[in-house]
């Protein structure tokens, strides 16, 4: 019913910048909240920032003011804007929604199928 995509991963030196974007299609209602999470080989998944209703933002400790996330409502699109990577910042990230597909109900959890981002030291 609701997917969602996401572009702009790549490899990029360390103290390099990329933009994430991801946005979401299908039986959309509404969208109470997107975000990125990542997963680093033999680790858990982790949140690296949420934005939801109101612009209200939420972080990952370890992003420490370097990433800027925003959406745009028009057009179902999250973006992540990462400055300063650093090697540890090598991971999927994935694009994750909460969705309302209908006017009843919560909403739904919707993933994407990942992006690799790699950062070289």
């Known amino acids: 019913q609701v997917q969602l995509v996401e572009s702009g991963g790549g490899l990029v030196e360390s103290g390099g910048s990329l933009r994430l974007s991801c946005a979401a299609s299908?039986?959309?209602?509404?969208?109470?909240?997107m975000g990125w999470y990542r997963q680093a080989p033999g680790k858990q998944r982790e949140l690296v920032a949420d934005?939801?209703?109101?612009?209200?933002?939420n972080y990952g400790d370890f992003v420490k003011g370097r990433f800027a996330i925003s959406r745009d409502n028009a057009k179902k699109t999250v973006t992540l804007q990462m400055n300063v990577l650093k090697p540890e910042d090598t991971a999927v990230y994935y694009c994750?929604?909460?969705?309302?597909?209908?006017?009843?109900?919560?909403?739904?959890?919707?993933w994407g199928q990942g992006t690799q981002v790699t950062v070289s030291s």
């Open positions: 994750h929604g909460e969705i309302y597909v209908s006017v009843y109900g919560p909403p739904v959890d919707a």
């Open positions: 299908g039986s959309i209602v509404s969208i109470y909240k």
């Open positions: 934005i939801g209703l109101g612009e209200r933002t």
